[in-house]
């Protein structure tokens, strides 16, 4: 089993949609939790990060972590075509710097 | 500031054949992790450099592969002999010591094929 589990997709919304994009871990370890995007043909950049549990909001982007569950989730709010893109989860463990990350989630958002 | 370069964009290569790929971080990073990226595998952490040396290279698949980071702001990743399963996306990424939540900045990659 790996550590960090994600959907591959693909999810495919119309434009407006709220979307959903979860992981789930079994390292307990975990502390730091990340969303990486990544446009097609490009290297994945930062998008949101947490520490520990609880929810942080960034415009349309609000990260989710439920550390009991051992979940972590992305929404999007009033999608975009332009937010089509595969979305990467990371996390690690305090003090290390090595991310483990998820396959991504293939995002598409039709006009 | 120019972001992480890496080289060649994309090879081509046939089985058995030597295969280098070149990373330069950004100036002043100071980790450096190589990844490869496979539709069935993901984002695999090969090995990763704190000013310039190696700190976990336990991704690394087989002998064939090598890291070496010779200064600061060079990183190479050496495939000898390339077989067709290493088709894949290499991505190099740095980082930057005592950063919170440890960002990444990765590289366009190299899109590698053998045949």
């Known amino acids: 089993q790996k550590e960090v589990e994600q959907d591959p997709g693909p999810l495919s919304v119309p434009e407006g949609a709220i979307v959903s994009l979860n992981c789930t871990y079994s390292?307990?370890?975990?502390?730091?939790f990340m969303w990486y995007r990544q446009y097609s043909r490009k290297g994945p950049e930062l998008l949101m990060y947490t520490y520990s549990s609880g929810n942080k909001e960034d415009g349309r982007f609000t990260a989710q972590v439920d550390k009991s569950s051992k979940y972590i989730s992305l929404f999007i709010r009033d999608s975009q075509p332009s937010d089509s893109a595969t979305y990467l989860c990371a996390m690690s463990p305090d003090n290390t710097d090595k991310l483990i990350f998820g396959t991504g989630t293939r995002l598409q958002v039709f006009p | 500031d120019a972001g992480v370069i890496q080289s060649p964009r994309h090879e081509v290569t046939e089985m058995g054949q030597e295969v280098t790929l070149r990373c330069k971080p950004i100036?002043?990073?100071?980790?450096l992790f190589w990844y490869r990226q496979t539709m069935m595998r993901g984002l695999e952490l090969l090995i990763y450099f704190n000013n310039n040396v190696p700190i976990d290279d336990s991704g690394m698949p087989e002998d064939r592969f090598s890291a070496k980071m010779p200064n600061a702001s060079f990183s190479t990743l050496k495939i000898q002999p390339s077989e067709p399963r290493d088709s894949a996306v290499y991505f190099c990424?740095?980082?930057?010591?005592?950063?919170?939540?440890?960002?990444?900045?990765f590289g366009p990659g190299t899109r590698l094929t053998v045949l």
């Open positions: 990424a740095s980082s930057a010591q005592g950063t919170v939540y440890n960002e990444q900045f």
């Open positions: 100036s002043g990073h100071d980790y």
């Open positions: 390292n307990s370890a975990f502390q730091y």
